[in-house]
T-cell receptor, first 113, second 114 residues
Framework: DQQVKQNSPSLSVQEGRISILNCDYTNSMFDYFLWYKKYPAEGPTFLISISSIKDKNEDGRFTVFLNKSAKHLSLHIVPSQPGDSAVYFCAAPGRDSNYQLIWGAGTKLIIKP | ETGVTQTPRHLVMGMTNKKSLKCEQHLGHNAMYWYKQSAKKPLELMFVYNFKEQTENNSVPSRFSPECPNSSHLFLHLHTLQPEDSALYLC?????????????FGSGTRLTVV
């Protein structure tokens, strides 16, 4: 039972355009969400987060939007750059045992020159 | 360098071998984690140590045995593994379990069981 779902295994975007990565969750008790970015042969690195008291959080080219009623969040990258090519994971702290992070399966973003 | 160092980067082992993965952090973090990443699947939490005490064991088979001698070091001892255990094993740390989710990950050990 996946509580955090990233339904697109991959996404291809032209350099300079907007990349939109989506994440859905099933547990309405989740109140904090994170995005991590992972390059090949490296561990994931924390990118941006959002609390459920907000519907938007922005950091430079990266903006995360949260739609609580739809249990949906999205990461927008604009403009997309070649260095953004990576796997992006959505995660949320679980509401049961010890608040461990529950992860999505990831979306591989490919930025085309 | 991410601050969390994992060795070795790659490991090929037979099903009858015994090997250990090592993780080291000098970030002053008190929580350390072992994750397993298989292709196209979510990261699977295996073990958590908080202040050197194991606080999570997510139904991991006994052929995986963690050890945390101090807050800076974490080991994963492997024995009689199966081919399906082949995966990327990631170590992470955070300031304290449950309060800080900006984990710092190591680069991982790519394990192949033959």
């Amino acid at each position: 039972d996946q509580q955090v779902k990233q339904n697109s295994p991959s996404l291809s975007v032209q350099e300079g355009r907007i990349s939109i990565l989506n994440c859905d969750y099933t547990n309405s008790m989740f109140d904090y969400f994170l995005w991590y970015k992972k390059y090949p042969a490296e561990g994931p690195t924390f990118l941006i987060s959002i609390s459920s008291i907000k519907d938007k959080n922005e950091d430079g080219r990266f903006t995360v939007f949260l739609n609580k009623s739809a249990k949906h969040l999205s990461l927008h990258i604009v403009p997309s750059q070649p260095g953004d090519s990576a796997v992006y994971f959505c995660a949320a702290p679980g509401r049961d045992s010890n608040y461990q992070l529950i992860w999505g399966a990831g979306t591989k973003l490919i930025i085309k020159p | 360098e991410t601050g969390v160092t994992q060795t070795p980067r790659h490991l090929v082992m037979g099903m009858t071998n015994k090997k250990s993965l090592k993780c080291e952090q000098h970030l002053g973090h008190n929580a350390m984690y072992w994750y397993k990443q298989s292709a196209k699947k979510p990261l699977e939490l295996m073990f958590v140590y908080n202040f050197k005490e194991q606080t999570e064991n997510n139904s991991v088979p006994s052929r995986f045995s963690p050890e945390c001698p101090n807050s800076s070091h974490l080991f994963l001892h492997l024995h009689t593994l199966q081919p399906e255990d082949s995966a990327l094993y990631l170590c992470a740390s955070s300031r304290t379990q449950g309060l800080d989710y900006g984990y710092t990950f190591g680069s991982g050990t790519r394990l192949t069981v033959v």
